[in-house]
């Protein structure tokens, strides 16, 4: 079964930088948008960017604009999220979802994807 790999988490002090990492276990995945959600302690998973596999339009939570940057690289079937000027509210559980199956639902709504990560942990110290 195709899994989504993420990589890149990690303990960065506030105002650092990191960068992680997703992709499939194997290139076999025919995906519409990639997308990064998050999950702090005690709280709900929230969406954090996402990224159109076509057209390349980029989408950011509100919280993480300015300082988040999605990107792809086709030829490795991999996309990628550059985490800039870190705070201590950013500390959650990254996950990597993909649209496989074309929904039209909302870039920010967890139920447009139907493949997911396990997770990779992000600890920003202050």
């Known amino acids: 079964q195709v899994q989504l790999v993420e990589s890149g988490g990690g303990l960065v002090q506030a105002g650092g930088s990191l960068r992680l990492s997703c992709a499939p276990s194997?290139?076999?995945?025919?995906?519409?948008?990639m997308a990064w959600f998050r999950q702090a302690p005690g709280k709900e998973r929230e969406f954090v960017a996402a990224i159109s596999w076509t057209t390349e339009t980029t989408n950011y939570a509100d919280s993480v604009k300015g300082r988040f940057a999605i990107s792809k690289d086709n030829s490795k079937a991999t996309v990628y999220l550059q985490m800039n000027s870190l705070k201590p509210e950013d500390t959650a559980l990254y996950y990597c979802a993909a649209e496989t199956t074309y929904t039209g639902g909302s870039y920010s709504s967890s139920n447009t994807y139907d493949f997911w990560g396990q997770g990779t942990q992000v600890v920003v110290s202050s």
């Open positions: 194997r290139r076999t995945l025919t995906t519409f948008a």
